[in-house]
């Protein structure tokens, strides 16, 4: 099935440091993009990357998409424990464009 | 800034029952979702909903479930008779289109159904 799995599952950092995510996929995609969910809430939408840009930035975000690999990082610079949430990457469904598939995430911890 | 609104952000509900959520997706959005997440588990598709028909459901989406635009505003997501397996939060989103850049979903607060 097509799916983005993130890695590391979980993260633990300082304030201050910066947070890298990777996610892989398995097909062909247009566009992939990045969300972030609170503990227990719904999923806001971070940065989306097409498959024809390398990098996009947005803040204190950086995303990078390697479509030879089929694989994306999501790093934060900086990073605050207001950043503290799970992030997901989330590619369009092969077969059309009508649907998201989502990973199962990566759980970061900003300690102060 | 629009947002998707969610009702209830908590049901709960014995085994055998109907539920029903709603949802209020962006006024200007035509594409509907509902995805479900199971604690601590991975947000998953259940059905997306376009023009007034499903354009899209998953192998979850059984005959147990059904979504309807009642009116121009509201989006539903019945479960007729709901599993102790049913329990998990669901999240409705919505977006503007499909194409990259309009397929950004927004989603809403989720609502928790429990199942006892």
């Known amino acids: 099935s097509q799916q983005g799995e993130e890695d590391p599952q979980a993260l633990s950092i300082q304030e201050g440091e910066n947070a890298t995510m990777n996610c892989s996929y398995k097909?062909?995609?247009?566009?992939l993009q990045w969300y972030r969910q609170n503990s227990g809430r719904g999923l806001v939408h971070l940065i989306l990357i097409r498959s024809n840009e390398r990098e996009k930035h947005s803040g204190r975000l950086r995303v990078t998409l390697d479509t030879s690999k089929k694989s994306s990082s999501l790093l934060i610079t900086a990073s605050r424990a207001a950043d503290t949430a799970s992030y997901f990457c989330a590619t369009p469904f092969s077969g059309g464009y009508n649907k998201l598939i989502f990973g199962a995430g990566t759980r970061l911890a900003v300690h102060p | 800034e629009p947002e998707v609104t969610q009702t209830p952000s908590h049901q709960v509900t014995q085994m055998g029952q109907e539920v029903i959520l709603r949802c209020v997706p962006i006024s200007n959005h035509l594409y509907f979702y509902w995805y479900r997440q199971i604690l601590g588990q991975k947000v998953e598709f259940l059905v997306s909903?376009?023009?007034?028909?499903?354009?899209?459901k998953s192998e979850i989406f059984d005959d147990q479930f059904s979504v309807e635009r009642p009116d121009g505003s509201n989006f539903t997501l019945k479960i007729r008779s709901t599993k102790l397996e049913d329990s998990a939060m669901y999240f409705c989103?919505?977006?503007?289109?499909?194409?990259?850049?309009?397929?950004?979903?927004?989603f809403g607060a989720g609502s928790r159904l429990t199942v006892l």
């Open positions: 909903f376009y023009n007034n028909e499903i354009s899209e």
């Open positions: 097909t062909s995609i247009n566009n």
């Open positions: 989103a919505s977006s503007l289109g499909q194409t990259p850049g309009a397929n950004v979903l927004t």
